[in-house]
Nanobody
Framework: QLQLVESGGGLVPVGGSLRLSCAAS????????IGWYRQVPGKGREEVAC????????NYAASVKGRFTVSRDNAKRTVYLQMNNLEFEDTAVYLC?????????????WGKGTLVTVSS
């Protein structure tokens, strides 16, 4: 079993930055892809970024490309999401998820999320 805990959310003004962390315990972390997702009440869950198990391959949603960067430190069992130039529309609960094969809405393991609020 893999447990994921997100942290780093908070209140930030438009144009500001935050770095989210996703700390993992249990297994299999080293062999898992990690995805970052966000959810706004009344809307579907949106995939924000995905990183391969070795950290070499990353993918981003068009809405965050160029502003967000996903990275991982397998020695620390932690995945990061650096968010720069935040926009009001980035306000959401951000969740990380893990799966051995795919980044998708059906990933095997999910954290509970951390709230990011961007003030206009």
């Amino acid at each position: 079993q893999l447990q994921l805990v997100e942290s780093g959310g908070g209140l930030v003004p438009v144009g500001g930055s935050l770095r989210l962390s996703c700390a993992a315990s249990g297994s299999p972390f080293d062999y898992s892809l990690i995805g970052w997702y966000r959810q706004v009440p009344g809307k579907g869950r949106e995939e924000v970024a995905c990183i391969s198990s070795d950290g070499v391959t990353t993918n981003y949603a068009a809405s965050v490309k160029g502003r967000f960067t996903v990275s991982r430190d397998n020695a620390k069992r932690t995945v990061y999401l650096q968010m720069n130039n935040l926009e009001f529309e980035d306000t959401a609960v951000y969740l990380c998820a893990a799966d051995k094969y795919y980044c998708s809405a059906a990933m095997s393991y999910w954290g509970k999320g951390t709230l990011v609020t961007v003030s206009s």
